[in-house]
């Protein structure tokens, strides 16, 4: 199986910055396709961003031009740079990934989750 752990949430004051990682481990070939959601109290999980392992990102309307999705492929590790924090980004951070296993099958392994809050 393939697991993964998220590290970085935590308390930031609007407009600040913070990052969060995901690492996966476990026995897989690579990462194909890493993604992070969020669920903010009383709301559903949503998207947020989705980067390839090739390299092509995406992003929900509501974080472009503020956050970044990257990985390091090497490192099995893929992070999310948020920057100019807004109190509407206040939510559990959840990381995913389809891992490519040596069985040539696909598995898709979720983290489990890390708060973030902005507030002053």
């Known amino acids: 199986q393939v697991q993964l752990v998220e590290s970085g949430g935590g308390l930031v004051q609007p407009g600040g910055s913070q990052r969060l990682s995901c690492a996966a481990s476990?026995?897989?070939?690579?990462?194909?396709?890493m993604s992070w959601y969020r669920q903010a109290p009383g709301k559903e999980r949503d998207l947020v961003a989705t980067?390839?392992?090739?390299?092509?990102?995406n992003y929900a309307e509501s974080v472009k031009g503020r956050f970044t999705i990257s990985s390091d492929d090497a490192k099995n590790t893929f992070y999310l740079q948020m920057d100019s924090l807004k109190p509407e980004d206040t939510a559990v951070y959840y990381c995913?990934?389809?891992?490519?296993?040596?069985?040539?099958?696909?598995?898709?392994?979720w983290g489990q989750g890390t708060q973030v809050t902005v507030s002053s």
């Open positions: 995913k990934a389809e891992a490519r296993l040596y069985n040539n099958a696909y598995y898709n392994a």
């Open positions: 980067i390839t392992r090739g390299g092509t990102a």
């Open positions: 476990g026995r897989m070939l690579s990462l194909n396709v």
